[in-house]
């Protein structure tokens, strides 16, 4: 099983303001590499973000700012299965960034850790990446970009290993979800089969 798992901290409520990305690759069920990326969001940072993930205004003055960093991340996500923890909350974060810079959606399928724990694992109280992390033994910075990826990579790897699964399409089929999708167009969510789900790019 291949697929990205990645992860987006932003300086405040808005979605296009990406200050982090937490980006873990896996081929054949085992992580061959690992990415983060500070970027300046251009924005104002909230103390209450700052709280949360860590990330002050400092910290990313001089990175890159999204539309300068997305030649560096289109191919990694191009194509491929992309997976995250809440993934309605990250790729929302990935569109408004790519909106803010009027650039091309690129064309993939994604996963929602969040909501396959959500049905799998219906014995526990929460289903937040530490609590799900806490459950499967895996360590965790929580909000920390690159940790809360790597959580998601490894929880997804669990739950295949849990229903005796080798493909994530399969995973999501078998218990009524269909993956969503990005595309030139639009976007689908990750969505219960014969909701309809397809939006267009505004």
């Known amino acids: ?89 990250d790729m929302s974060v990935l569109r408004y960034c790519l909106d803010q810079s009027s650039l091309t959606y690129p064309t993939f399928q994604y996963f929602c850790t969040y909501l396959m724990g959500k049905k799998i694992l219906q014995e526990l109280p929460s289903h937040k990446l530490n609590v799900i992390a806490d459950y499967f033994g895996i360590g965790l910075k929580h909000h920390d970009a690159l940790d809360d990826a790597r959580a998601a990579a490894a929880i997804l790897l669990k739950l295949l290993e849990r229903e005796e699964q080798s493909d994530p399409l399969l995973l999501a089929r078998s218990h009524g979800y269909k993956t969503g999708t990005l595309f030139a167009g639009g976007y689908t969510s990750f969505s219960a089969l014969g909701q309809k789900s397809i939006r267009k790019k505004p």
């Not at 924005?43 to 539309?67: A, E, K, L, W």
Request: aromatic fraction near 10%.
């Open 1 to 89: 099983m291949d697929f990205i798992a990645i992860d987006f901290e932003t300086a405040n409520s808005n979605r296009d303001s990406a200050c982090a990305l937490g980006l873990v690759e896996v081929k054949s069920g085992q992580i061959i590499s690992e990415q983060v990326w500070f970027i300046d969001p251009q924005q104002r940072f909230d103390s209450m973000n700052i709280s949360i993930h860590g990330i002050t205004p400092s910290m990313v003055t001089g990175q890159p700012t999204f539309y300068e960093l997305w030649p560096t991340l289109q191919p990694l996500l191009d194509g491929k299965l992309i997976v995250a923890h809440n993934a309605s909350f």
